[in-house]
């Protein structure tokens, strides 16, 4: 069954340095998504992307964010400058016909 | 804005016995989803069952199954038979459908849901 993938799995950082979040949706989806869990909190909408340009964004995704498709299938999720809050899980996700699936994310851990 | 609220933070069940998880919104739309997520200790996060609102019929998945009370904006999750893979944290969510079939899911803050063997 095709399934949405995220590398790394775990990522380290400093505060200050900048991180890239990688995402490779299901190839068929043409929506695709961000999402960040802090620990023992509720999943929280980042940002929404479609035909190559941003189609929503919550407040959390400010100027420290931003976000790409670099070719026909990675989606990528950078932070420029990582503070110590940013540290969360971070869920991609794709979807067709209004069914989202998630990957099983990426855990930043910012030092 | 919408908003998602799971009050009860845990439960536990019996295994092999039936347990519902509650969840009520709050929206002015007359048409949106609904979800229930499940997040094992993995992380990942994995659709369970997903209800649209304007089907009065609930939704059933094997052993997951909705009571969706519309005027009540309460939407519970019912699990039959519970298994020990079954333990995880459950979310519901919900989404708008004026602002598009794929636009963003708002969740509610889960429950943890134990298994005892």
């Known amino acids: 069954e095709p399934e949405v993938t995220q590398t790394p799995s775990h990522q380290v950082t400093q505060m200050g340095q900048e991180v890239i979040l990688r995402c490779v949706p299901i190839s068929n989806h043409l929506y695709f998504y961000w999402y960040r869990q802090i620990l023992g909190q509720k999943v929280e909408f980042l940002v929404s992307f479609y035909n190559n340009e941003i189609s929503e964004k919550s407040e959390i995704f400010d100027d420290q964010f931003s976000v790409e498709r670099p070719d026909g299938s990675n989606f990528t999720l950078k932070i420029r400058s990582t503070k110590l809050e940013d540290s969360a899980m971070y869920f991609c996700a794709s979807s067709v016909e209004g069914k989202l699936f998630f990957g099983s994310g990426t855990q930043l851990s910012v030092l | 804005a919408q908003t998602v609220t799971q009050s009860q933070p845990e439960m536990s069940v019996q295994e092999a016995e039936t347990v519902t998880l509650s969840c009520t919104y709050d929206t002015s739309e007359s048409d949106y989803y609904l979800f229930w997520y499940k997040q094992p200790p993995s992380r990942q996060m994995i659709l369970v069952i997903r209800?649209?609102?304007?089907?009065?019929q609930n939704a059933t998945e094997n052993r997951f199954s909705v009571n969706f009370q519309k005027a009540a904006k309460s939407f519970s999750l019912k699990i039959s038979d519970s298994q020990l893979g079954d333990a995880a944290m459950y979310f519901c969510?919900?989404?708008?459908?004026?602002?598009?079939?794929?636009?963003?899911?708002?969740f509610g803050k889960g429950i943890t849901l134990s298994v005892r063997p």
């Open positions: 969510a919900y989404r708008s459908v004026s602002t598009g079939a794929n636009s963003k899911l708002t």
């Open positions: 209800q649209e609102a304007y089907k009065q």
